[in-house]
């Protein structure tokens, strides 16, 4: 059997190895066909490296693994089709090599709707990645002194769907622009896009300080695109008032318990008049 391990490792088929004793002595306690034992060696081996993969994937995507579609409060955005949404999760869209595009005020949840789909797409095997948009420029700007640049590049262009958060949170870097466009301009029609933006299309041009490239941006990006825009109130605005109301109910609570009754005011008194004429 050592020899039989020996060149199990040389195949780099660690799970048969840690499997093999135990696989074996469950073959003939149950006697099962040479085949069947192949199989269940075959199963130890291919489930370990899925699971390998998923991690791997999952890491080099830098998606936050807590923000999934079952912590997602779509009963405070009610104007939210959630049925949509759940279709754009299945991730048919990469196939299709479509992009989807998250419109709304900060704080309204779109990040996190691009990560639940970024995770869901890790799910099924697929290449993700999240950068926020100015950190993609400045990475881009930075490599080409120090001769990384088509390396860097590849980064962005290899992954099936490439997720570009906060575009529009500040202004584009002008030595950035080129670099942005040739991004978009690659995975047209090769890879797909989720963006997350709190701008409006017309506001783009503004945005780019040149409304040429800003037009030529859009028109590749909303080719094949699902616009969602995602209305309502910011959570973080939500979660303040909420801790608002609480303190101001507990400091209520508090003056109640501090404040004397009237007739308990009274009582005092009387007893402080009675002890001075004593």
Not at 83 to 108: D, H, T, W
Not at 226 to 239: A, C, P, Q
Request: hydrophobic share 35%; net charge neutral.
């Amino acid at each position: 059997m050592e020899a039989l391990k020996t060149q199990l490792r040389t195949l780099k088929l660690s799970s048969m190895v840690d499997g093999l004793e135990m696989r074996n002595k469950h073959a003939l306690e149950n006697q099962i066909s040479y085949l069947e034992f192949l199989e269940l060696l075959v199963e130890d081996e291919f489930v370990r490296r899925q699971s390998n993969s998923y991690q791997n994937r999952l890491r080099d995507s830098k998606l936050h693994s807590q923000k999934i579609l079952d912590t997602y409060d779509f009963s405070f955005q009610p104007e939210l089709d959630k049925r949509m949404v759940y279709e754009l999760a299945s991730c048919r869209f990469i196939e299709q090599k479509s992009n989807i595009i998250f419109m709304g005020k900060p704080g309204v949840g779109k990040t996190h709707l691009a990560h639940a789909i970024g995770l869901e797409a890790i799910k099924k095997g697929k290449k993700v990645l999240f950068v926020h948009t100015n950190e993609l420029m400045e990475k881009l700007y930075a490599s080409r002194a120090d001769g990384s640049y088509h390396y860097t590049m590849q980064k962005y262009l290899k992954p099936d769907l490439l997720i570009l958060g906060e575009l529009g949170f500040k202004k584009m870097p002008q030595y950035g622009m080129d670099d942005f466009f040739e991004i978009i301009r690659h995975r047209y029609e090769t890879g797909s896009l989720i963006i997350t933006t709190n701008r409006n299309f017309e506001d783009w041009g503004a945005l780019f300080g040149d409304k040429v490239i800003a037009s030529a941006i859009i028109d590749r990006i909303v080719h094949h695109a699902v616009i969602v825009k995602v209305t309502g109130t910011s959570y973080r605005v939500k979660n303040f008032a909420e801790v608002q109301d609480l303190y101001k109910k507990e400091e209520s609570q508090h003056t109640k318990r501090g404040r004397p009754k009237k007739n308990e005011e009274q009582n005092t008194e009387q007893e402080e008049e009675n002890f001075e004429n004593e």
